[in-house]
């Protein structure tokens, strides 16, 4: 069973810095597009960065500059670097794995940003 397992996620003043992690088992995150999701009460689920298999990343609007996306192939795992939070930046984060048709998705992870 694929799983992927986010964490790192919490409670940060604004200004700070988060890194969420996802590790991935029963596929390898470097032959997926793997991106992070976030979500909000009452709202879509909206992408925040994305890996693809080449590497190129792409990024929401609201973080660029702030967050980066990065793959570790020997460890399996996605990570997201959150820099410079705002409030607006609280949400529930997911790990996302997209090949072709195929989607997987982690549980999620909660990060609150507030003073």
């Known amino acids: 069973q694929v799983q992927l397992v986010e964490s790192g996620g919490g409670l940060v003043q604004p200004g700070g810095s988060l890194r969420l992690s996802c590790a991935a088992s029963?596929?390898?995150?470097?032959?997926?597009?793997m991106g992070w999701y976030r979500q909000t009460p009452g709202k879509q689920r909206e992408l925040v960065a994305l890996?693809?298999?080449?590497?190129?990343?792409n990024y929401a609007d609201s973080v660029k500059g702030r967050f980066t996306i990065s793959r570790d192939n020997a460890k399996n795992t996605v990570y997201l670097q959150m820099n410079s939070l705002k409030p607006e930046d609280t949400a529930v984060y997911y790990c996302?794995?997209?090949?072709?048709?195929?989607?997987?998705w982690g549980q999620g992870t909660q990060v609150t940003v507030s003073s």
């Open positions: 996302n794995a997209q090949q072709w048709s195929v989607n997987y």
């Open positions: 890996v693809t298999v080449g590497g190129t990343t």
């Open positions: 029963r596929i390898i995150v470097n032959n997926y597009a």
